[in-house]
């Protein structure tokens, strides 16, 4: 029994004429079908891959994605952890830095959310759910946005930096100017 379960596809990119984009893929109709199926993976996302996605400018590696999805009596499941190398820029001191992130992420995925379900008041408890109607599942673009979610709303380069000074400009992790005096 042989199965193709991880590919990458070759996606025209809208609007960025000839450029293609390669998507990793899971193909995932023998998980939504079997119960006790269960795929690993373990792939790198070269960059050239991301070229069109947020954050595309800031890696400063390939992603790594790292995990398995799993169909437990019924219910689907994908666990995983997505790190990434990215090139930052403090927004108190503007320093420039390298910061490694490992995520982790758990979905629960399904073909299509039970229209009474989805209109459940809790609309939150959803926000883990993955549709997945044609049974694949792009990986390029999930990885980015649980990146994405876990990133926090400052960057610093250290939690107490202690930016620039507003008069001279001095970064003061050197030392305190003279403006105060
Ligand atoms: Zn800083
Ligand atoms: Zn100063």
């Known amino acids: 029994?042989?199965?193709?379960?991880?590919?990458?596809?070759?996606?025209?990119?809208?609007g960025f004429g000839e450029r293609n984009e390669y998507h990793?893929?899971?193909?995932?109709?023998?998980?939504?079908?079997?119960?006790?199926?269960?795929?690993?993976?373990d792939e790198q996302i070269p960059l050239s891959e991301l070229e069109n996605s947020p954050l595309h400018e800031a890696f400063a590696a390939p992603l790594h994605i790292k995990g398995c999805v799993y169909n437990r009596a019924g219910v689907v499941a994908l666990e995983y952890t997505v790190s990434a190398l990215l090139d930052q820029e403090c927004d108190r001191c503007l320093k420039a830095f390298q910061r490694e992130y490992d995520v982790e992420a758990s979905h629960t995925v399904v073909k299509?959310?039970?229209?009474?379900?989805?209109?459940?008041?809790?609309?939150?408890?959803?926000?883990?759910?993955?549709?997945?109607?044609?049974?694949?599942l792009d990986m390029n673009e999930l990885a980015v946005t649980d990146l994405l979610m876990e990133m926090p709303s400052k960057i610093l380069c250290k939690e107490d930096c202690k930016g620039l000074c507003m008069s001279c400009g001095k970064d003061l992790n050197d030392g305190a100017c003279d403006c105060q005096n």
Request: proline letters at 2%; charged letters at 30%; a negative charge.
């Open 1 to 14: 029994m042989e199965f193709v379960m991880l590919s990458a596809v070759r996606k025209g990119a809208e």
């Open 112 to 136: 299509e959310l039970a229209a009474a379900d989805a209109d459940d008041e809790n609309g939150s408890e959803y926000d883990d759910y993955i549709v997945c109607p044609e049974n694949t």
């Open 24 to 41: 990793m893929v899971l193909q995932l109709r023998q998980i939504f079908e079997i119960e006790g199926q269960k795929l690993n993976f």
